[in-house]
């Protein structure tokens, strides 16, 4: 039995699906590709595969990966991707498989690339916007959790960023907080900047890179 | 394929995964190697209608012939389609996002009554003109089929050429016809007037109809030659039919997320109330080698780890248990469970539930469909008790502890008895679980009873009787709750509402077009939707139409009335029809076609059961 990370892109029409309907389609290239992963042996068989850190709807995903279990060695890591992609939608892709390093539970950061802007407003007023937002000591938001509604300091969670004026949109480069602990969904800071300012531009956002808490690449 | 102002409005709508396609298995075409585009159109959600089978057998068929590119449409859900609505984007297919009214073929498959208004509103989001007589090109070309097509009538203004029967034949006929009138430069009409000429097409526009005063038919009269009665098309040799050997694989989930295999078409049973049982006689199976490698080549193309085998009654299927042992042959190395949707009470038998069980149980769902045995005699279920009993037992011992029972309420002859017998028939079910010796240990049984209401279709022997009304519904509603004495049955049962549109629809004629295009104009869609749905809405639109719904619903009909749909021919005579009605007044059954032909009508056709051997035939 050997462990294996496939890394793969969601992008295009898979942009839009929702983990749950991800983990399925993955369950069924897998199921497809006669790679020999291993089953769960419970009530309903099905090839087991976890995924280090969940990818929201609507994001697109560069880096992601999802761990599997190998129960022989007889298949290459080539013929794994390979295997996949045939067996996948065309918006998601696998570009890699390594043999995993890190725990999924080291996850401490995500980096995000976020556009903001529509045609009705210059990249520079959004960049302008921005930079007043995140020039804050505190970001306050209205988060709904299990006990109901909560307000909580999204600005904690923000390790770095970078706002750049793009040809047509503004740009938001930023590595916020990730993981089962202290996640911070970049949706939150762009509901804080349309509630703060009253807009609702078009918003396209990337998750690029996963890290560790020594902001050391997960691997 | 979706454009950037589609994609704006995705993250503001729930599941968008359902209006991008990009799905594994889609068919993408050049455009410049392509003479016709069809549109093919499922009047309801993603979900739904990518699990219709139909669907996915004609979207293969048409893209397997060059010059076609067949492209998939559905109804956006009401948040999308609000979407739509205020950014002015007009109704697009998922594989090239193209607007519909781009399209040479406009096809919708009509599955049930209550989508008729989601058809028309399809049309108004693709900015095409609702009526037929408004569409004067030889381009949208609206057509239509399924099995609510038997009664085109409600919709007659709005579509230009009904496909009655089966497809696979005819509406490549159509298709290819339209190519020729295209180059040729024919007109739109000259292409319909063509078309009527083909066994299996029913074009409305080319019919007039009169009515008497008391509002039935008087008279059905063709023009322009086209053919007095319409006959159906069938596949005669379903083996040699085509069969799609991949799905499209939706990348969210959807309502049958699995393979579907299909079995054999038809039903032998002949059970009154079933307008399928009528409509697609007689019987036609493929073989089991057939459906085994078809079946395999499905699973090896989707990656789905279920396949469910497809047909009106799989039990019925007369090699079903070496068809099972050939399918677990392979299926149980590569982990892949085999549904069996339709079995019949009496065709559950030990041998078949150890098959199916091997990889996954699913739940166990009989239909006994009535409580009593009287009632079960007078829709010629053919099912007795003690069968079903006897069956629930053998499941219990077999380890599972939920029984879902289907019934209908408000069926012909019906009294308070009968309705009260469902839950008395609940009961004994529950009884028998706590007689099982062999029952799972230290688990309560959980008994499902779900109550429809009967809605009279036509093409069956009960298409003369009036349904039941709202309030007599409800009160067998009502009864069959006070007679459940146990915890241990949940009872479920439709809205009554509903299906009293359902049975105007079901048995209407051309004057309901004008309330469907006020409906529409009215912005109805999703009838069959809870969401949706509103019974008050409806009347008040068949108020101002000057239309009494109950005429449709709730009228008896005498069998000399010339009915809506008499110029269509499913096979089965009216005689027929007839002789079965008066034998369910008299509780008497009819052998089902193994045993004995009846003289349906249907052998005809030359094929399937009817010509079968029979055991007791020497």
Not at chain 1, 114 to 125: L, P, Q, R, V
Not at chain 2, 577 to 605: D, F, M, S, V, W
Request: glycine share 6%; proline share 5%; charged share 25%.
């Amino acid at each position: 039995m050997k462990n294996a990370r496939i890394w793969f892109k969601k992008d295009y029409e898979c942009r839009y699906i929702s983990h749950l309907d991800l983990n399925r389609c993955m369950l069924r290239a897998l199921h497809k590709s006669k790679i020999p992963v291993w089953h769960t042996e419970g009530f309903n068989p099905h090839p087991f595969a976890t995924f280090p850190l969940p990818l929201s709807l609507g994001f697109r995903g560069v880096n992601e990966c999802m761990d599997v279990k190998l129960e022989d060695d007889s298949f290459s890591f080539e013929q794994i991707i390979s295997g996949l992609n045939d067996c996948l939608p065309r918006g998601l892709r696998v570009f890699d498989v390594t043999e995993p390093v890190m725990k999924a539970g080291k996850i401490a950061y995500a980096d995000f690339t976020i556009k903001i802007g529509d045609e009705k407003t210059s990249s520079h007023t959004v960049c302008e916007q921005l930079k007043k937002l995140l020039a804050l000591d505190i970001i306050l938001i209205e988060k709904k959790s299990k006990k109901g509604m909560k307000t909580i300091d999204i600005k904690q969670g923000i390790k770095s960023y970078a706002v750049s004026e793009q040809f047509d949109t503004a740009q938001l480069d930023i590595i916020l907080s990730a993981g089962s602990a202290d996640n911070v969904n970049p949706n939150l800071i762009i509901s804080a900047f349309n509630t703060r300012f009253g807009v609702d531009y078009d918003v396209d956002i990337t998750r690029n890179d996963l890290y560790d808490s020594e902001m050391q690449l997960f691997r | 394929m979706v454009s950037k102002e589609v994609e704006r409005l995705l993250l503001k709508v729930q599941k968008p995964g359902r209006y991008v396609g990009g799905e594994l298995n889609e068919v993408i075409k050049d455009k410049k190697d392509i003479d016709v585009r069809f549109a093919f159109c499922f009047p309801d959600t993603y979900e739904v209608g990518m699990s219709h089978l139909g669907m996915k057998i004609l979207y293969s068929l048409f893209n397997s012939v060059p010059y076609i590119w067949c492209e998939r449409v559905f109804a956006p859900w009401i948040d999308m389609e609000e979407q739509m609505r205020e950014h002015n984007i007009p109704l697009y297919a998922l594989e090239s996002g193209d607007a519909v009214s781009e399209f040479d073929f406009i096809g919708f498959t009509l599955q049930y009554e209550l989508s008729f208004t989601n058809m028309l509103n399809m049309l108004k989001l693709s900015n095409v003109p609702i009526k037929s007589c408004d569409r004067n090109d030889l381009k949208q070309i609206v057509v239509a089929g399924g099995p609510c097509a038997c009664n085109p009538e409600p919709i007659a203004e709005f579509v230009d050429l009904f496909f009655i029967g089966e497809g696979e034949e005819v509406d490549l006929e159509v298709i290819e016809l339209f190519r020729k009138c295209r180059q040729e430069g024919k007109s739109k009409q000259e292409f319909l007037q063509l078309c009527s000429q083909i066994e299996g097409v029913y074009v409305p526009s080319l019919y007039e109809v009169e009515y008497n005063d008391d509002d039935t038919i008087k008279s059905f009269t063709p023009k322009c030659g086209a053919p007095a009665v319409i006959h159906k098309r069938l596949m005669k040799d379903m083996n040699k039919s085509f069969y799609p050997d991949n799905f499209v694989v939706p990348l969210v989930e959807i309502v049958h997320d699995r393979a579907v295999q299909e079995i054999f078409r038809g039903c032998i049973r002949g059970c009154r109330f079933c307008q399928a049982g009528f409509i697609y006689r007689p019987v036609r199976e493929k073989s089991p080698e057939v459906i085994n490698s078809q079946c395999k080549a499905l699973c090896e193309n989707t990656g789905y780890d279920e396949v469910s085998l497809s047909s009106l009654s799989s039990s019925d299927y007369s090699q079903i248990v070496p068809l099972l042992d050939k399918l677990t042959e392979w299926s149980k190395d590569e982990k892949i469970s085999i549904s069996l949707p339709s079995l019949r009470v009496d065709g559950f038998t030990d041998d078949i539930m150890n098959k199916i069980k091997t990889v996954r149980k699913s739940g166990l769902t009989f239909a006994p469909e009535a409580g009593s045995q009287r009632m079960r005699d007078v829709i010629n279920k053919n099912v007795r008790e003690d069968e079903l009993l006897s069956t629930c037992a053998t499941a219990f011992d077999g380890g599972w502890t939920t029984v879902k029972l289907y019934f209908m309420i408000g069926l012909p002859t019906e009294t308070l008895d009968d309705v009260a017998d469902i839950a008395n028939l609940g009961q004994a079910v529950v009884d028998t679980y706590y007689q099982c010796p062999n029952k799972p240990k230290g688990k309560s049984v959980r008994v499902t009873v779900s109550a429809s209401s009967f809605v009279p279709k036509p093409f069956t022997p009960f298409q003369w009787e009036p349904q039941d009304t709202i309030p007599q519904l409800h009160e067998k509603q009502q009864h069959i709750k006070d007679s459940i004495k146990t915890k241990k049955i949940q009872f479920n049962y439709h809205d009554a509402d509903t299906s009293f549109l359902e049975a105007v629809f079901a048995r209407g004629d051309r004057r309901l077009c004008k309330a469907m295009e006020l409906a529409c104009e009215k912005g109805f869609h999703f009838d069959g939707w809870n969401d949706c749905f509103s019974l008050d809405k409806w009347l008040e639109i068949f108020d101002e139409c000057d239309i009494d719904p109950a005429f449709y619903a709730n009228r008896r009909r005498s069998f000399d009335e010339i009915l809506p749909w008499d110029h269509i021919d499913y096979g089965v005579t009216k005689d027929y029809l007839i002789k079965e009605c008066q034998k369910a007044y008299q509780n008497t059954t009819t052998p089902h076609c193994r045993l004995k032909c009846n003289n349906c009508g249907a052998a005809k056709y030359g094929e399937g059961v009817c010509f079968e051997k029979r055991k007791n035939m020497v």
